[in-house]
């Protein structure tokens, strides 16, 4: 099982830059991807970017490419998303999950899921 807890959210203006965290905890998840989605009110659950836990391959939304960067600390157990040149349309819930699946794009493919630490960025 897999134990996952958000961290790092918060208010910032357009232009600016968060780092959200993303500590895992569990017996295992050397094969699980790590996701991140975002939620915004009225608006579906989207794919943000997503890493591959043990090969470190990456995967972006077109709109995180080349602004978020996605990471993984495998001494602290923990995944980050640098999110750099933030705009309003970035502002959501951010969840991170962990899939066993080859795919990661969608959330019905993951196992567990984050609380969800807020994001929000003023223009």
């Known amino acids: 099982q897999v134990q996952l807890l958000e961290s790092g959210g918060g208010l910032v203006q357009a232009g600016g830059s968060l780092r959200l965290s993303c500590a895992a905890s569990?017996?295992?998840?050397?094969?699980?991807?790590m996701g991140w989605f975002r939620q915004a009110p009225g608006k579906e659950r989207e794919f943000v970017a997503a890493i591959k836990w043990s090969s470190g391959r990456t995967y972006y939304a077109d709109s995180a490419k080349g602004r978020f960067t996605i990471s993984r600390d495998n001494a602290k157990n923990t995944v980050y998303l640098q999110m750099n040149s933030l705009k309003p349309e970035d502002t959501a819930v951010y969840y991170c999950a962990a899939t066993s699946s080859r795919s990661v794009y969608y959330p019905h493919e993951y196992d567990y899921w984050g609380q969800g630490t807020r994001v929000t960025v003023s223009s």
């Open positions: 569990g017996r295992t998840f050397s094969n699980y991807a």
